[in-house]
């Protein structure tokens, strides 16, 4: 069973979601996981394959479109199909994605905007009912 982490970040800024993506994203592809980062839609995966190249001004993460790539080390895709990815599942998405169960690791990044806080807990109410191993963590600067 995935363990799943929820990161709370202490602002409303919906930017800061992306920022915190690439953070985490950047530190697991360091640490060699195969990252998919799993978008809303194709406006906020092209804001995040931006950032991936800029977010450090001295680094970049290395990345793909899923369907570019499927098996490139960090993918950003849209659909219900991560390809042969299976280590760590970032979720941009409103929803759990139907594949989340097959990912080692689950990483939920959530704002203190209402919308996007009260879908994340959905979320966790749905991976508790599911018996994930729930973490919490709050943030308290970014």
């Known amino acids: 069973m995935s363990q799943v982490d929820f990161y709370v970040l202490p602002t409303d800024a919906l930017s800061a979601r992306l920022d915190f993506a690439c953070k985490l994203c950047e530190k697991a592809w360091r640490l060699g996981h195969r990252v998919y980062l799993h978008c809303q839609d194709a406006t906020q ?16 993460v290395p990345h793909d479109l899923a369907e570019a790539h499927a098996d490139a080390t ?27 169960g097959r990912f080692q690791r689950v990483a939920e990044i959530v704002v203190e905007e209402a919308t996007i806080r009260e879908a994340a807990r959905e979320r966790f109410r749905f991976y508790r009912e599911q018996g ?3 973490q919490n963590h709050r943030l308290q600067r970014l």
């Open 132 to 134: 994930y191993a729930l």
């Open 74 to 100: 960090v993918v950003l895709g849209l659909r219900n199909d991560p390809g042969t990815h299976d280590d760590l599942l970032i979720n941009l998405s409103a929803a759990v994605p139907e594949f989340v």
């Open 45 to 60: 995966r092209g804001e995040l394959d931006q950032r991936l190249w800029q977010f450090k001004g001295e680094a970049f």
